[in-house]
């Protein structure tokens, strides 16, 4: 098969870009780094390189694939982070449409049915909603849980202030996910012969997050490190420090909001369409603790 992958070298579409490669499909990556490309062929894939927001290049690098592989890349800079989402996402649908792709595997989000109130979650709902409108297109739309590698960015935090936290309670319960298990999950469903609109939930582990702390704690040594809750104004400004739009600080406070309310869990709650993650949160431990 021609499989055509979104999201350049990063944490799922690289891992997925190799199952797919061992498995001896022909794989084009799309980066805007032309940078990368010489790292994309030594995988032994074709890149293409070009922006996202290009639905030319997009129809382009899309053309002749049996099936295409997306998601909407990180813009932590944008002024309206919902509505570069939701945009991204059309640009994709548009690009599809114009190139006669018949398959998509789509990377969504936990709380995906939250159409508002659920920081850039509610993006990627406009996305799916979008796609699901894409006639003769079979969509599966994969609804992952919180990434296990976010953890990485409070490496500082535990180091300097002896803490871990967020604006969710100690006691919030969170459906969590290691990158490596979605790429597995969107490889599988890339190489399978589903038809129609469907979505899968992808999680590895729950936990709420005090037992979030005490795994990655006494991975490093500390098993009785606190998690606090932070206020959302808090957040906004942590942010903003490190580099954030305001947008953006905003709307990832909201989507810790939906995770303290639990909101984000709902429909997964309800879902017979779950596929389990290999990865525990005790084994990524590891990485945290090589991190630290």
């Known amino acids: 098969?021609?499989?055509?992958?979104?999201?350049?070298?990063?944490?799922?579409?690289?891992?997925?870009?190799?199952?797919?490669?061992?498995?001896?499909?022909?794989?084009?990556?799309?980066?805007?780094?032309?940078?990368?490309?010489?790292?994309?062929?030594?995988?032994?894939?074709?890149?293409?390189?070009?922006?996202?927001?290009?639905?030319?290049?997009?129809?382009?690098?899309?053309?002749?694939?049996?099936?295409?592989?997306?998601?909407?890349?990180?813009?932590?800079?944008?002024?309206?982070?919902?509505?570069?989402?939701?945009?991204?996402?059309?640009?994709?649908?548009?690009?599809?449409?114009?190139?006669?792709?018949?398959?998509?595997?789509?990377?969504?989000?936990?709380?995906?049915?939250?159409?508002?109130?659920?920081?850039?979650?509610?993006?990627?709902?406009?996305?799916?909603?979008?796609?699901?409108?894409?006639?003769?297109?079979?969509?599966?739309?994969?609804?992952?849980?919180?990434?296990?590698?976010?953890?990485?960015?409070?490496?500082?935090?535990?180091?300097?202030?002896?803490i871990i936290g967020a604006n969710y309670k100690p006691d919030s319960v969170i459906s969590m996910v290691y990158p490596n298990d979605i790429a597995d999950a969107a490889a599988d469903a890339l190489q399978s012969d589903f038809t129609g609109k469907s979505l899968y939930y992808i999680i590895s582990s729950v936990h709420t997050s005090t037992e979030v702390a005490a795994i990655l704690g006494t991975a490093i040594g500390k098993p009785n490190l606190p998690w606090v809750e932070f206020k959302d104004e808090d957040v906004v400004a942590a942010m903003e420090q490190n580099g954030a739009s305001h947008d953006v600080a905003v709307n990832y406070a909201e989507m810790g909001a939906v995770i303290k309310s639990e909101k984000i869990n709902e429909d997964y709650n309800k879902s017979a369409h779950v596929i389990k993650g290999k990865t525990s949160l005790e084994a990524f431990a590891k990485d945290f603790a090589k991190a630290f």
């Open 1 to 162: 098969m021609k499989i055509t992958i979104t999201g350049s070298l990063g944490n799922i579409s690289k891992p997925l870009a190799q199952k797919l490669i061992a498995a001896g499909h022909q794989v084009t990556i799309v980066s805007s780094n032309a940078d990368k490309a010489a790292a994309i062929e030594a995988l032994g894939a074709t890149p293409a390189i070009g922006s996202v927001e290009d639905v030319d290049f997009l129809t382009k690098a899309f053309t002749g694939a049996d099936a295409v592989y997306t998601m909407v890349p990180p813009n932590m800079v944008a002024n309206s982070w919902k509505k570069y989402i939701a945009g991204i996402g059309h640009n994709y649908a548009i690009a599809i449409k114009n190139a006669g792709i018949k398959r998509v595997v789509n990377l969504s989000s936990i709380g995906g049915h939250l159409a508002e109130g659920a920081g850039p979650i509610s993006g990627m709902h406009f996305v799916e909603v979008e796609f699901n409108e894409l006639e003769g297109v079979a969509v599966r739309h994969l609804r992952p849980g919180f990434f296990y590698t976010n953890f990485l960015h409070n490496v500082d935090m535990v180091k300097n202030m002896g």
